[in-house]
């Protein structure tokens, strides 16, 4: 059963930045891309980064672009958010999650968030 440990959540200034991992286990972490979501209160859950399962391809979404990135270390089965330039409409809780395939065809296996708060 895949197992996923999301860290680095918290409280931070508009501005500021924080790098969010995630740390994997119950699987064969190259076989898959694997993704971050974000869900803020009242709101529907956002797919926000997605990385395929080499590292070398990247996704994201409008909301984040230039300001996020994903990165991956297979070797230590963890997945990174850096997350800069932050923004109160960034406060969510942020979920990392596995793709089906080695692609970012969409999450079959979800961790259970870390939350963050962007003040202004």
């Known amino acids: 059963q895949p197992e996923f440990v999301e860290s680095g959540g918290g409280w931070v200034q508009a501005g500021g930045s924080l790098r969010l991992p995630c740390t994997t286990s119950?699987?064969?972490?190259?076989?898959?891309?694997m993704g971050w979501f974000r869900q803020a209160p009242g709101k529907q859950r956002e797919g926000i980064a997605c990385i395929s399962g080499g590292g070398e391809t990247t996704h994201y979404g409008d909301s984040v672009k230039g300001r996020f990135t994903i990165s991956r270390d297979n070797a230590k089965n963890t997945v990174y958010l850096h997350m800069n330039s932050l923004k109160p409409e960034d406060t969510a809780v942020y979920y990392c999650?596995?793709?089906?395939?080695?692609?970012?065809?969409?999450?079959?296996?979800w961790g259970q968030g870390t939350q963050v708060t962007v003040s202004s």
């Open positions: 999650a596995r793709h089906r395939d080695y692609a970012c065809s969409g999450p079959d296996y």
């Open positions: 119950g699987f064969t972490v190259d076989y898959h891309g």
